[in-house]
């Protein structure tokens, strides 16, 4: 039998601010499967973005359970859930993230420096990876040099340089005009076709639509399911 690549069982996160107690979210459950493609819309102050940050053990849970391959985050150190992270998921961010002075190939190469990967295998891991997401000709650019269409092509690329078994996107189109919007989205769902779960958190429902399966969030909470 096959685990989930993510499993959240009644999971919580309340904030402390200025003394009060501000639940971000109440009790969400669900299950990311290996190749699934989910999308998780809602409007601001929905909770999407905070389930994305615990579903990528970017944080941790007030409550609930959250295992991601597996494994209970509530029992791993710091350094075992970077780890985790590093070796499971990959993050593309609106914002693409990229390091202004460093060439595309050297940005990708980034995660592998965690692992203790040398120079040449870096270089050459990126290389491929670029090729992969058709940037095989902007390896040597830096990122004031390409468009932001291929500064996001570039940070899906960094994301998956690890073989991460699920792909979190954090509104990946939401700097981007709509015909470099919708290149990227064919890329994503290529990625998926070849095996990687995707985890799209938009507001666009249009986007959300591309998806198998919409999560529809609200005051901390799962709407709907489409």
């Known amino acids: 039998m096959t685990t989930p690549a993510i499993v959240a069982q009644d999971v919580s996160r309340t904030y402390q601010l200025d003394g009060l107690s501000v639940p971000a979210l109440r009790g969400v459950s669900l299950t990311v499967e290996p190749g699934d493609y989910v999308a998780i819309v809602g409007t601001s102050g929905s909770g999407k973005s905070t389930l ?16 991601i391959g597996g494994r ?12 985790l992270r590093n070796t499971t998921i990959g993050f593309v961010f609106q914002s693409f993230h990229l390091l202004a002075r460093t060439t595309a190939q050297d940005n990708v190469g980034l995660p592998l420096v965690y692992r203790g990967i ?7 891991r ?6 992969r997401v058709g940037l095989a000709h902007r390896i040597t650019h830096r990122p004031n040099q390409m468009s932001g269409g291929e500064q996001q092509r570039v940070a899906i690329a960094r994301a998956l340089v690890t073989g991460p078994s699920v792909l979190l996107a954090d509104e990946p189109t939401g700097n981007l005009d709509s015909a470099t919007g919708q290149s990227v989205l064919a890329l994503l769902e290529s990625l998926n076709d070849d095996g990687v779960a995707i985890v799209l958190v938009t507001h ?18 799962i709407s709907a399911t489409r």
Do not use: S
């Not at 990126?126 to 090729?131: G, H, R, S, W, Y």
């Open 52 to 67: 994305m940050h615990l579903l990528g053990g970017l944080d941790r849970p007030t409550g609930g359970t959250l295992l």
């Open 72 to 83: 209970d985050v509530a029992r791993l150190t710091p350094n075992e859930l970077a780890e």
């Open 118 to 124: 040398g120079r040449r295998e870096r270089r050459d």
């Open 126 to 131: 990126a290389a491929a990876m670029l090729e």
């Open 204 to 221: 666009d429902r249009e986007v959300a639509a591309r998806a198998r399966r919409q999560i529809v969030m609200k005051d901390g909470l």
